[in-house]
């Protein structure tokens, strides 16, 4: 079963943080051990690495990416012989929506 990679908390106080960089891609392999993100908080920038052995089967939250929440899904992992197919990709905690565009001229 493909395993989620969820945002870590770098501090006891962090709840949040800027996924700043992604250093692998979708279909890389990777080892425990591997830095495969970096994330930045409002006090340092914290190397994210791989729990377990596997493939990078989907990037869920892109590079540059603020304000994700402690605990969030930012990307899954398959491991020996699973495919894309096998994962079963989160569902957001939070409806996803797009910013609201600022209509407050005056047509005239």
């Known amino acids: 079963m493909a395993i989620e990679i969820k945002m870590p908390a770098l501090s006891p106080t962090m709840e949040e943080g800027t996924l700043a960089k992604w250093l692998v891609a979708d279909g890389d392999d990777v080892r425990s051990g591997d830095v495969i993100a970096e994330i930045e908080t409002d006090k340092a920038t914290m190397e994210v690495e791989a729990i377990e052995d596997g493939k990078i089967g989907q990037i869920l939250v892109p590079a540059g990416t603020q ?8 990307a899954m992992l398959l491991e020996d012989g699973e495919s894309a197919s096998d994962m079963k990709l989160p569902t957001p905690a939070e409806p996803v ?3 609201v565009a600022d209509d407050t001229t005056a047509s005239g």
């Open 67 to 74: 304000h994700v929440k402690v605990n969030a899904v930012i």
């Open 97 to 99: 929506t797009a910013p």
